[in-house]
């Protein structure tokens, strides 16, 4: 009993920690939730796609696009994804999407995202940034998602990820988004606690044959 008791408190200490260190940053990043916003009327439908000044957790310097239902594009993750470049108010504006959040200064994280562009013919660019990370893509791969993947360094307790089109104000089609994720990296310390927790889990099970 006393060995099932030590196993099971090593199993659920390397489980908590692991959680915590995967813990998604990002609210509503797979732009599955629209919540109470109102759609822009008179363009697409609820089943296809809707345009909108903003969805939950994100600010917008320009409408946006949710698009619904693998409408063009099969969804990366759930039913739903962003189309960064819409029906713009200010035709010489810039379209970005940005978020803030809660970090430690110094502190390394993931960023992921899925993106792809709109189809065959269109041209996607875009720039990504967040705390020390600014990166500009061009032509961005057709027929797939692209899986981006970075680390970064936070440069204030709080931090804003932005994803910028870079097709001009007057392109209002393309540059594809889901799944956004941002996680913290484990420090050694954390990394030193999992294993620490994984030889008690060894130590226990030996022990107890
Ligand atoms: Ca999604
Ligand atoms: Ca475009």
Redesign the pocket.
């Known amino acids: 009993m006393k060995t099932l008791t030590k196993t099971l408190a090593a199993t659920c200490f390397s489980a908590l920690i692991s959680t915590a260190a995967q813990a998604n940053l990002i609210q509503n990043g797979s732009f599955e939730d629209v919540g109470s916003a109102v759609a822009i009327g008179g363009y697409g439908s609820a089943s296809t796609w809707q345009i909108y000044s903003s969805v939950p957790n994100w600010d917008a310097s320009q409408n946006v696009e949710i698009w619904s239902n693998n409408f063009i594009v099969p969804a990366y993750d759930g039913n739903r994804v962003l189309e960064l470049?819409a029906h713009p108010g200010d035709a010489n504006g810039t379209f970005s999407i940005f978020q803030n959040f809660y970090t430690t200064v110094g502190e390394t994280y993931q960023l992921t995202f899925a993106g792809r562009?709109?189809q065959a013919n269109?041209?996607?660019?875009f720039s990504v940034a967040v705390g020390d990370l600014v990166d500009s893509i061009y032509n961005q791969a057709w027929g797939s998602w692209n899986e981006y993947s970075y680390t970064f360094t936070a440069l204030s307790t709080e931090s804003t990820l932005t994803f910028t089109?870079l097709?001009?104000g007057q392109?209002?089609?393309?540059?594809i988004f889901d799944d956004v994720r941002v996680t913290a990296v484990s420090e050694p310390g954390s990394l030193a606690f999992i294993m620490l927790g994984l030889a008690g889990l060894v130590y226990t099970r030996k022990k107890a044959k």
């Open positions: 470049n562009r709109r269109s041209d996607e660019s089109s097709d001009g392109d209002t089609t393309g540059n």
